[in-house]
């Protein structure tokens, strides 16, 4: 009799047991982790992204730090320029410079007097070789390169009126000309570009 009232409640029992074991079969795994591992994988996120953005953040500071490099060495490169072009814009412009301008001219005079006139031999200042190694000066050395300096100065000219002018300078004087022509060709240059960047 006792088996009999037993059995139906084990049945009971075995099929509550059964439904229990189902339903927690049925859960998500991924739900059933324990809080602390959730927790920590979340922190591990945050952290992850709080060295990514300081990563970002470092190179955007070294990439300004890096373009702000550059301008300041372009400006550097710039006034160096600027300061060089107007030391040699005053000295080309000053009267020392003339002079030397002067004495180069009186000095190609005499060597080519002395080549060709015969009369340093004859009164002893020059011997024949002396006279031969000054023509062979004038042929060789002088007379090239004053025909080069003289192109380069005609093509430096601005001016259309005073292209022949310095053209002619630069055949009797030589670099100096040449020189005077090409930084006072970038010094209107610079006042030009000066300009064009004042505002109206």
């Known amino acids: ?16 047991q059964r439904k229990r074991n189902y339903d927690e079969s049925s859960k998500p795994r991924g739900l059933a982790l324990p809080p602390r591992r959730t927790t920590a994988l979340v922190s591990q996120r945050k952290s992850d992204d709080g060295s990514v953005t300081r990563a970002v ?8 730090d890096l373009h702000y490099d550059d301008g300041e060495e372009e400006d550097k490169t710039k006034e160096t320029t600027s300061t ?6 005053a000295i080309t412009s000053s009267w020392t410079y003339a002079l030397a301008e ?8 005499a060597l080519i007097d002395c080549g060709w006139s015969g009369d340093w031999s004859r009164i002893g200042a020059a011997t024949t070789e002396n006279e031969a190694q ?18 380069v100065t005609h093509w430096a000219t601005e001016e259309e009126e005073k ?4 053209a002619a300078r630069s055949f009797a004087v030589g670099g100096l000309t040449m020189i005077k022509v090409l930084a006072q060709r970038e010094v209107d240059k610079r006042s030009e570009r000066e300009e064009e960047r004042r505002p109206f």
Do not use: Y
């Open 1 to 16: 009799m006792r088996a009999l009232l037993a059995a139906p409640g084990q049945h009971h029992s075995a099929a509550f």
């Open 57 to 64: 953040r470092q190179q955007q500071k070294a990439d300004n």
């Open 84 to 89: 060089l072009l107007d030391t040699a814009h």
């Open 102 to 109: 002067v004495f180069v001219v009186l000095a190609i005079l």
């Open 134 to 151: 000054a023509r062979w000066l004038v042929l060789h050395l002088v007379l090239p390169a004053h025909v080069v300096t003289s192109c």
């Open 163 to 166: 292209k022949i002018e310095n």
